[in-house]
């Protein structure tokens, strides 16, 4: 039958503003966690990591938040720009002998109007 | 340092024939994944290479499967093609830690498959 594609969910801001994307996990043995961004035509790329013994990391203008009671992972993109418009993933991984496995997400289309 | 380099980028296959896509990562990294992202599924593993062995494979038919060279490029081949096999196929490198210890995954560009 005909394949129905991912209804990605969307967040749009205005330039300048602070961006919040979030990201439910289901595996609880999941204890690693990447975001990509992931522009047209182009693979993803890696934004920031986080290991399952932390539950915030900061980078250059975004922060990732673990929450493992929950399995929610969010990222924060501080004072956003067009640039910045793209898909986000969040991948998983599960340790142990899910070697090079990532699960993902389905992805959050940004977009950041000027 | 050059970034992870898939060939070629673009691909048109018609029914039934087999295709061979290739992935050399960064330098010092001695795994590969690869990965297959399409509208409808998004983003799915296929399997794992670390030091020419397979360690991981995902929930693929057996018409997908890859190799890793002794310099850690690694080849993915696709027989039998299927019009549902159109995607991107992409493949990501990192070091490959000890068991359990994951390190940072870096994609490249990806090989846009198409089959007619």
């Known amino acids: 039958g005909e394949s129905v594609g991912l209804h990605l969910p969307t967040l749009s801001v205005q330039e300048g503003d602070n961006s919040i994307i979030n990201c439910a996990y289901s595996?609880?043995?999941?204890?690693?966690f990447i975001w990509y961004k992931q522009e047209s035509g182009k693979g993803p790329q890696f934004i920031i990591d986080?290991?399952?013994?932390?539950d915030k990391r900061q980078g250059q203008r975004v922060t990732v938040l673990l929450n493992k009671t929950v399995k929610h992972l969010s990222l924060q993109i501080a004072a956003t720009q067009p640039g910045d418009s793209a898909v986000y993933f969040c991948?998983?991984?599960?340790?142990?002998?899910?070697?090079?496995?990532?699960?993902f997400g389905q992805g959050t289309i940004l977009t950041v109007h000027p | 340092k050059a970034g992870v380099t898939q060939t070629p980028r673009y691909l048109i296959k018609t029914r039934g024939q087999q295709v061979t896509l290739s992935c050399s990562p960064i330098s010092g990294h001695r795994s590969v994944s690869w990965y297959q992202q399409t509208p409808g599924q998004g983003l799915q593993f296929l399997f794992e290479y670390f030091s020419e062995t397979q360690r991981n494979k995902g929930n693929f038919p057996g018409r997908f499967s890859g190799r890793q060279f002794s310099n850690s490029r690694s080849e993915m081949n696709v027989s039998t093609l299927e019009l549902g096999d159109s995607a991107l196929y992409l493949c990501?490198?990192?070091?490959?830690?000890?068991?359990?210890?994951?390190?940072?995954?870096?994609f490249g560009q990806g090989t846009r498959l198409t089959v007619v």
């Open positions: 991948a998983e991984n599960a340790g142990g002998t899910s070697y090079g496995k990532l699960t």
């Open positions: 990501a490198s990192s070091f490959g830690g000890p068991v359990g210890m994951n390190t940072e995954a870096f």
């Open positions: 986080i290991r399952s013994n932390m």
């Open positions: 595996n609880s043995a999941s204890d690693y």
